[in-house]
């Protein structure tokens, strides 16, 4: 079977089924926004609890949202269990073990990722490797927040994967999730023509590679709007409430005229996340049929033009941020 082939048949039961109509304590917000301005760190301890307001700085580590603090912060003597999902640079959930120590934390994703990142692993954080397609069952009502980053080609039936992980919360847990599209944009927000037609491809390199990654996922059935439509599936789960919807513009390629802005911070941080793109897609490409010569100019083309690029470009990036209710 396809890696990328998406599994819809997970009506699991009335009360954890993706419906297409709003739960009952459904409450949507949305939101939109150009991320302009420098990653800002909370230092968050136990004489420090005033949470972060919803917002792109979430992107980073060290900044929780709202809900995220509250599911932390309440009934105190209880150890908070946090699940992270597709962990790529693993800071995140660093962040939280080292912020919230009396939380035991799991990190799970498909490969280990890059190992300077996961050097000094908090001891109260768990690394495990695993197919995020064989389910999260043995989760269930086990975790306080699930975080899913950037998972979106870590996993067979995307919409499946929601699904067990609203049911991995406990009882007013949160889950959030911030996936990316599969386009590359400029200033404007407009999307970057591509070019697959050459067989040398071409310039811009970023949005080129990933048009080949969409055409590959199209072509082995998998869906590429992900990003664009968990919101509706998460939405429409009955057993999450307090929905709220974000889009925000991050920047990936700061161009010339940006070299000295405070985007900086932000821009190497999400090309962090972005990295793990490349090992993601290799199997997919060369299972589509791309030579390995062409792949890996791509990645070398790709590689030199975020770090040097001389225009900006932007990745779109959705969140979403939901809590567990009782039906």
């Known amino acids: 079977m396809s890696p990328f082939i998406e599994d819809t048949s997970v009506l699991l039961d009335n ?59 309440n009934g105190k003597a209880e150890v908070k269990n946090v699940l992270h999902l597709g962990c790529g640079t693993v800071e995140w959930i660093k962040a939280v073990a080292q912020d919230f120590p009396r939380c035991q934390a799991v990190a799970l994703d498909v490969a280990p990722g890059n190992e300077r990142l996961l050097n000094d ?53 949160v889950l959030e999730v911030w996936e990316c599209d599969l386009f590359a944009y400029n200033q404007d927000h407009e999307p970057i023509s591509a070019n697959i037609i050459d067989p040398l491809g071409t310039y811009p390199w970023w949005a080129t590679f990933l048009a080949y990654i969409r055409q590959a996922v199209d072509v082995l059935g998998g869906s590429v709007k992900a990003a664009s439509t968990m919101g509706d599936w998460i939405t429409g789960c009955r057993d999450l409430g307090n929905v709220r919807r974000m889009q925000i513009w991050v920047p990936v390629a700061l161009g010339d005229s940006q ?5 900086a911070n932000t821009c190497q941080i999400m090309k962090d996340h972005l990295a793990a ?7 997919l490409l060369l299972g589509n049929g791309l030579p390995i010569s062409l792949y890996n100019m791509l990645v070398d083309n790709v590689r030199q033009e975020l770090q040097s690029s001389d225009r900006l470009q932007y990745a779109r990036v959705y969140s979403v941020q939901a809590t567990k209710c009782s039906i």
């Open 121 to 173: 692993l908090p001891s109260n954080v768990r690394l495990e490797i695993d197919n995020l397609d064989y389910g999260l069952q043995h989760f269930f009502d086990a975790f306080d927040v699930v975080s899913i980053r950037f998972a979106s080609l870590r996993a067979r039936g995307y919409q499946r994967l929601l699904v067990h992980a609203s049911r991995a919360l406990r009882q007013n847990g």
């Open 15 to 73: 009360s954890s089924s993706i419906k297409g109509i709003p739960g009952q304590f459904d409450q949507v917000s949305h939101e939109t926004t150009t991320y302009n301005d420098p990653l800002g760190r909370e230092d968050l301890n136990e004489d420090a609890k005033e949470p972060s307001q919803p917002g792109p700085n979430q992107l980073q580590s060290k900044s929780y949202s709202d809900l995220v603090c509250t599911a932390m912060m």
């Open 259 to 263: 070299a000295e802005h405070g985007d």
């Open 277 to 283: 793109i490349f090992d993601l897609s290799k199997p």
